[in-house]
């Protein structure tokens, strides 16, 4: 017999906004049977504080989690995107699965705090130092992969394809080694880690790392062997530097050359996007492409402002990602998506649409939706949905005076204050008033694995 639990919520954020009096149950890790304006009953478990859906994180590298603020200083009068990339490529150089698996856990625990209940790991470190494959090749994939088992976050495994180091098929350099694999070995890789994956919380997907890591012929290749129901993530158009080489190499814009060359669809999530004109905003938007913005990664990295106010007016798609984890929390991310565009524009409430208009809702909701779909996930507060939610701890004096459509603005524009209390992946409660169960080893792991590597 299956033990069925019913929840309590005085109030739920659902797709169509805030509802009172929420019951639901959750039978095989999915919300059923969701009543508004209901009693609750005495044998419900009743949730403190209003409920709201996850937080999907559609881009993240992990392993770039122990470098976070260790690039903030001025080595060269040109420091740019390129020059952080090399001390990037000398972190990747020292790491061991080991101490991937340590930084990964640490990462996912404190986005379970933050509120993030999925994430995407854009992963390319895939060999040994020496460029060898390890035993098994899938060695790191499984490490980064173990953390999100043992941490109990959502994960989008996206295994990168990486061959070559600029347009056109240019030769890998020696910074990029461990990342490398060519179609086959790559397709083995998928295969290996599909067949040997047993978690309904994780699920995969096809990854490209940029168009100057891969040639058109290896896109078309991959997708043609690849599950066709799975999301596509990409790099795409984040430096000038990297439109200009596009252009020089084959007439198009990055966008614009993936759009009428491979074709986009509502599979593709277009990692950054930054740079594109009227042309390619029109691409995106009639293909239901989800762009996966990064604020806090664009802004430390000076890759330019998305224009996210022209996508949103003209029905486009987007999530956000902590990317390189400069920061981690929801609130903090659609806070500067939002500011990006009003120091652009030199206006206020940019982001938002006609049933929301309140930005911190509108941006709530819209990264949920369009994150989960760039996760191959259907996410929210809803009938058959995984139930991934967080409750807030709304004692908080701003936070406690509010009415309940404020409660997402005083949360992101608000203040610094992380409200996140309970936090339930597939339905199992893995941060409980804030803590999570393996938060103190994982702490004092990464403290040792940073002395280590630093
Ligand atoms: C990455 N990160 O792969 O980690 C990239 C930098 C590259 C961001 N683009 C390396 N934020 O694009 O070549
Ligand atoms: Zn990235």
Avoid at 98 to 125: D, R
Wanted: one cysteine or more; charged letters at 15%.
């Amino acid at each position: 017999m299956v033990f069925m639990h019913n929840y309590y919520a005085e109030h739920a954020l659902l797709p169509t906004g805030w509802a009172s009096q929420v019951r639901f149950h959750i039978t095989g890790g999915c919300f059923h049977n969701i009543q508004t304006n209901s009693q609750p009953q005495a044998s419900d478990i009743k949730l403190q504080g209003p409920i709201l859906p996850g937080m999907i994180n559609l881009h993240s590298h992990a392993f770039q989690r122990a470098m976070a603020g260790l690039a903030e200083v001025n080595l060269n009068p040109a420091d740019s995107f390129w020059s952080w990339r090399d001390l990037m490529y000398s972190l990747v150089g020292k790491l061991t699965p080991e101490q991937v698996q340590t930084i990964a856990s640490f990462l996912y625990i404190e986005m379970l705090k933050a509120g993030y209940t999925q994430v995407a790991e854009f992963h390319y470190l895939h060999h040994q130092a020496n460029g060898q494959a390890y035993d098994n090749p899938a060695t790191m994939a499984l490490a980064v992969r173990e953390a999100a088992l043992d941490t109990g976050i959502g994960q989008t495994l996206l295994p990168v394809l990486y061959s070559h180091s600029g347009f056109g098929g240019q030769t890998a350099n020696a910074g990029q080694q461990r990342f490398l694999h060519k179609v086959d070995s790559y397709l083995r890789l998928q295969q290996e880690l599909n067949s040997s994956n047993i978690s309904s919380r994780i699920n995969q997907g096809v990854c490209f790392h940029s168009l100057r890591a891969v040639t058109g012929e290896q896109i078309q290749q991959t997708l043609a062997a690849s599950e066709k129901h799975w999301p596509v993530h990409i790099h795409i158009a984040e430096q000038q530097q990297e439109v200009k080489d596009c252009i020089a190499w084959s007439g198009q814009r990055p966008v614009a050359w993936l759009a009428n060359e491979i074709g986009l669809s509502e599979r593709w999530c277009l990692v950054h996007a930054t740079h594109i004109d009227a042309q390619e905003q029109q691409q995106i938007v009639g293909s239901r492409a989800v762009v996966g913005i990064c604020p806090t990664t664009e802004a430390n990295l000076g890759d330019g402002i998305f224009p996210a106010t022209q996508l949103a007016q003209a029905g486009g798609r987007f999530g956000i990602g902590s990317d390189s984890h400069v920061c981690i929390s929801p609130a903090q991310e659609i806070r500067l998506l939002e500011y990006s565009q009003r120091l652009q524009a030199q206006q206020r409430n940019r982001l938002y649409d006609a049933n929301n208009p309140s930005v911190g809702m509108y941006l709530y909701q819209k990264c949920v939706a369009d994150g989960g779909a760039a996760c191959g996930l259907s996410a929210g507060i809803a009938e058959g949905n995984r139930a991934d939610f967080i409750s807030l701890d709304i004692s908080y004096p701003t936070l406690a005076s509010a009415q309940p459509q404020q409660w997402l603005d005083r949360w992101c524009f608000g203040s610094n204050h992380n409200p996140v209390n309970d936090v339930y992946v597939a339905g199992n409660q893995v941060i409980k008033e804030g803590q999570h169960p393996l938060q103190e080893n994982t702490y004092q792991a990464m403290q040792v694995c940073l002395q280590k590597l630093l």
